[in-house]
DNA sequence: GCTTGACTCTGGAGTTACTACAGGGTTTCC
DNA sequence: GGAAACCCTGTAGTAACTCCAGAGTCAAGC
């Protein structure tokens, strides 16, 4: 098949499987004389893999060593659940630190009543002056990320997304 | 001061006060003859302003809104509570999401008992023929970010940061 | 006066995982 | 045989920095 037949069936962007390819995730891809590459259901099957583990929000890199083991079936597994506990533990991390921004930022926004002139307004005050409870920046330590970012996913720009 | 000062007392990295200057964050500073920056209190307390706010993960964009406010204090603040709800309810799906998936990690972990081979390792087969509870792709919609990713924060290499 | 070292400057590249072109070539269908 | 749909490569952009090279500035010590 055609690399927008595979596309369609993994649910995955053209673009991204061709980067997907340079990335060494996926093989090279034999090419027709057109040059087209040319994919079969061993291809398929690895790149559905690998977007489950993306869908598990895991990274490239984690995914890499995952796929090393599943081309080396003979070796102990140990390593793939070293991974995903180190992955449990990150995204465990993560849920945390959300949860007391989460309790931050209502704080901050209870300083604040409807209305108000931006000169009194008690959330821009205590964001001028530091409350007590507004951690320093430099919360986070692991390879998790910020509350938001530019690549979310493969999400395309409009949809209904963004603030 | 001169920038390293600056950088200490706010606890901002050197690169990053010259960052917030390219991107408009905030103001030129004026130059000593020798063409170093020179700040004074309103720098400070302007950075320690926006630091505040990233470190409630706010986004660039956010925090211009909040800067606009705080320079133009005739304004109404309703914005302001605006923009901190609609951050609030991001956090908070975010959340959602990553209990989400930690779930669907933990569902997947269990999948494995230690030390066997790759060959039969559960977790491998579950991430290859692909469990029902695994979601696509595609999960998130806003402007959060992923699990992971390069940029965290801006916490350097080491030296035990802030958490 | 000269050297050493700490500090600062600019500009550019790297980070993640894509996404979005531009400017072409190839296939397919009518 | 011509248009539409598909595919190709290569490059640049995203967020919020971080890191580096190569050079200039400044204060202190000898």
């Given at each position: 098949?055609?690399?927008g ?10 673009d991204?499987?061709?980067?997907y390819e ?10 027709t004389e057109?040059?087209?590459r040319?994919?079969?259901a061993?291809?398929l ?5 690998i ?6 929000d895991?990274t490239?890199d984690?995914i890499?060593?995952l796929?090393?083991?599943r081309d080396?079936?003979?070796?102990s597994?140990?390593?793939?659940n ?8 990150h995204?465990?991390e ?6 007391q921004l989460?309790t931050?930022?209502?704080?901050l926004?209870a ?5 108000r002139?931006?000169a009194?307004?008690g959330?821009?005050n ?8 507004l ?6 330590e ?6 938001h970012?530019?690549?979310r ?5 409009r949809?209904?997304?963004g603030?």
């Open positions: 098949m055609k690399i037949q595979l596309a369609q069936q993994t649910g995955t962007p053209v991204t499987i061709r980067y340079r990335e060494g995730l996926l093989p090279r891809a034999a090419r057109g040059n087209y040319i994919y079969d061993v291809h099957e690895r790149l559905a893999f977007r489950r583990c993306r869908s598990l895991m490239q984690e890499r060593v796929l090393r083991f080396t079936p003979s070796e597994c140990e390593d793939v070293a991974l995903l506990d180190a992955h449990i533990g995204v465990a993560r849920i945390r630190e959300l949860q989460e931050q930022l209502q704080v926004r300083c604040c009543e409807e209305g002139q931006a009194e307004c959330i821009l205590e964001l001028s002056h530091g409350g007590a409870e951690t320093t920046p430099a919360a986070s692991s390879h998790l990320a910020a509350t970012a530019g690549g996913q493969h999400v395309p720009p949809q209904g997304g603030a």
